[in-house]
């Protein structure tokens, strides 16, 4: 590289870093954030329009975090050694968000947990439902992810989840799934599939206490709509027929 052009772009990634350092990410673009990630591992090169061109073909900087290495490596300017960066901020933001839900006392705030199960959910293109197990006391015991691809009432088996919960000791469950085309709402199968759990757990004595939809932008609570609340009225009503339904 010509020494002028080496100048420029180190006095680039040089402003690029400063601005960085005096005020956060405040009035970075997404292609700089991606940008700034790819210089980690690119010492000599220009990223800038590497960065734009991975934000045209991912969409959204969430989008390009969730890329897999052979999807990075597509496009033009990214190979195996520059998205170190990438892989590296998408993994430290994971565990870093996975410890603050894991090792508080007790799930009182919401808050942590939607932004885990969003970081860790919404850009997926798949499918994926996770169960988040508890203890008596609400403590997180540990989450996975149990099923991927298309969810219908056919590919979430509440025999397999009471199973793992059974496995983890939990005496509550936190559930949740993404949906790839960025709208939370919930489908006929989503309401049929948590009447199932609810009604599985119930009969093991355990609570679920959230079915959480993440979308692109948003998400939807089962509890705050009142599904959750809803649905357990009605195992109720049928446990208390029961007996007169057998005389």
Do not use: W
């Not at 565990?95 to 799930?107: E, F, G, K, Q, T």
């Not at 759990?197 to 609570?221: D, K, P, W």
């Amino acid at each position: 590289m010509p020494k002028d052009k080496e100048h420029k772009d180190a006095g680039h990634r040089k402003r690029l870093r400063d601005k960085f350092l005096r005020s956060g990410l405040s009035g970075f673009h997404d292609y700089e954030v991606v940008e700034l990630l790819l210089t980690l591992g690119t010492p000599r090169k220009d990223c800038k329009q590497a960065a734009k061109d991975a934000l045209k073909r991912f969409k959204t900087l969430q989008g390009v975090f969730e890329a897999s290495p052979r999807e990075l490596c597509e496009i033009n300017g990214i190979g195996p050694t520059n998205q170190l960066g990438l892989r590296l901020i998408k993994a430290v933001s994971d565990r870093y968000l996975h410890a603050r839900v894991m090792y508080r006392d007790s799930i009182n705030d919401s808050k942590n947990l939607v932004a885990y199960l969003t970081a860790n959910m919404r850009d997926k293109h798949r499918e994926c439902f996770k169960v988040v197990y508890l203890d008596a006391k609400n403590r997180v015991l540990d989450a996975e992810t149990l099923f991927r691809g298309t969810l219908t009432a056919s590919s979430v088996y509440p025999r397999e989840i009471v199973r793992a919960a059974l496995d983890h000791h939990a005496a509550a469950l936190i559930f949740a799934h993404n949906h790839p085309s960025g709208d939370p709402q919930p489908s006929p199968e989503d309401i049929a599939i948590t009447r199932q759990l609810i009604f599985a757990c119930r009969v093991m004595g355990m609570t679920v206490h959230e079915h959480v939809i993440i979308g692109r932008e948003t998400y939807f609570s089962f509890a705050d709509q009142g599904h959750i609340k809803r649905i357990n009225q009605e195992y109720e009503n049928q446990t208390t027929q029961m007996p007169n339904l057998l005389r």
